[in-house]
């Protein structure tokens, strides 16, 4: 069979250079007239799914490019434990993986996978990507691009010209074997250009996407669900500090004498500060990927109360929790849910020596709830809700002659990621303890109830690690 010749341009940079782009070309075996080689693109975790979602949006001269949903599916039903990333992250992991993906690619009609991992730095990030001749054909090409922050087109053009080279010798070794050498336009040999771009120029920076198509649109799942849709947290630590505004309203029912004072604090500013771990985010054991500890404080800064027929008195309110968590995704949907478990000390006093009847309060309590968390895109959405059981409640307990306190708790928050460590978060939490007392006229406080209503609103700002 006579074999016609054609010249691709492949974009890259010059190497150590911040100059101008070069190019340069090499020659192939036509194979336009048969079908384009399939070829899939792997990316289970979110900084992979960006350069996934580029290359499936580009097109290579002979080649199909696909999402690989499907395939990693088989790859986990194989023997593949944790994600494609991972695996392909150690020698010894790359060598399994290859292997299941030739065995896994050959039986699905898949003739060459790419398996994209992303390294992220201050200033850029390096793209590796692990190209896998599934006929065994070719030897895997191991290429790495540095890239950077700025979206870019001439990158996306960079980007495929990457794996451009790997992907077309194996579409060559497939299609018109043997393959003779034919000579670059420097003159070299062909294998010799391949590797070039295997290895090669290395490519301006790029295009981080910014969580979206390209095109303004949210970004999509590509090869097997995102990170967040397929493991419950990315993060193993993430520490917050913030700024709340809080509020307090405590009313007596039925009052039957004239000590028992209402109290309406309608805003209070205050700062947060909180810390999340999650030891086993990154574990092939699914059940214990939301496994995790919690702590968090807050506290109301330069608050001052009016006593009735009296000057400002200082007010001090401090909430501490301490808990864990244990959350479980549902599937790929980007749900996840779970019981959680808190100890909390809700501390709210005003300082009035001369006003000992005014409803400062120590709660001591024991929350039982749960959380769910669902992902769309980069946004999460928090919602939770607890019953709340007052282990004490001085000095309010002391004033009557029987009393008994419960409460419930819930609480909405909306977090989006700000870049690759960072995260904003916005959210609200009510709490409502209701008492009932029992009394007898002649007692020096009377009541049959009351309600103890505290709210804040949260804006934080998250490190995650």
Not at 105 to 112: E, H, R
Request: charged share 20%; with cysteine.
């Amino acid at each position: 069979m006579t074999r016609a010749h054609v010249r691709i341009l492949l974009v890259g940079m010059l190497a150590g250079l911040g100059g101008p782009l070069a190019s340069f070309t090499c020659e192939r075996s036509a194979v336009a007239a048969e079908k384009p080689i399939v070829v899939v693109v792997l990316a289970e975790e979110k900084e992979s799914r960006k350069i996934a979602i580029l290359l499936t949006k580009g097109s290579l001269d002979g080649v199909t490019l696909r999402e690989g949903g499907d395939v990693v599916k088989a790859l986990h039903a194989a023997g593949l434990e944790g994600t494609v990333q991972k695996a392909a992250a150690t020698e010894k992991g790359r060598a399994a993986l290859f292997e299941k993906m030739k065995t896994v690619g050959a039986a699905s009609g898949v003739d060459a996978m790419v398996v994209i991992r992303v390294a992220v730095d201050k200033k850029g990030r390096d793209v590796t990507y692990e190209i896998v001749d599934c006929h065994g054909g070719v030897s895997p090409s191991h290429v790495v691009t540095r890239v950077g922050h700025a979206p870019s087109k001439k990158d996306d053009v960079a980007l495929l010209a990457a794996i451009d080279g790997p992907l077309h010798a194996i579409a060559v070794s497939l299609k018109a074997p043997p393959v003779a050498a034919a000579s670059s336009s420097n003159g070299a040999p062909e294998g010799d250009a391949v590797a070039g771009a295997s290895e090669g120029p290395e490519p301006p920076s790029v295009d981080d996407l910014l969580g979206t198509h390209g095109d303004g649109s949210d970004v999509g799942d590509v090869g097997s669900a995102p990170s967040k849709k397929g493991r419950v947290h990315d993060e193993i630590v993430a520490l917050a500090v913030g700024a709340e505004m809080a509020s307090r309203r405590f009313v007596y029912q039925n009052p039957g004498t004239t000590n028992l004072r209402p109290y309406d604090l309608p805003s209070a500013p205050g700062v947060t500060m909180a810390l999340d771990l999650t030891p086993f985010s990154h574990t092939p054991v699914k059940l214990l990927q939301g496994l995790g500890v919690f702590a968090d404080y807050h506290m109301t800064v330069a608050t001052t109360s009016q006593v009735e027929g009296g000057s400002d008195v200082k007010t001090k309110w401090a909430r501490l929790d301490a808990g864990a968590r244990w959350l479980v995704a549902l599937g790929k949907s980007g749900v996840a849910l779970g019981p959680v478990g808190a100890f909390s000390r809700d501390d709210f006093r005003l300082e009035d020596a001369s006003s000992p009847d005014l409803p400062s309060v120590t709660y001591r309590s024991i929350r039982l709830g749960g959380l769910v968390r669902a992902t769309l895109a980069s946004v999460e959405l928090r919602l939770g809700a607890a019953w709340v059981h007052p282990l004490s409640a001085t000095p309010l307990t002391t004033r009557f002659r029987h009393s008994s306190v419960t409460g419930v708790e819930l609480e909405a928050s909306v977090a989006a990621p700000l870049g690759s460590h960072l995260e904003l978060s916005l959210g609200v939490a009510f709490t409502r303890f209701s008492w009932t007392f029992r009394s007898e006229p002649g007692d020096a406080y009377v009541a049959t109830s009351a309600s103890d209503e505290l709210a804040r609103a949260v804006l934080a700002l998250a490190f995650r690690l």
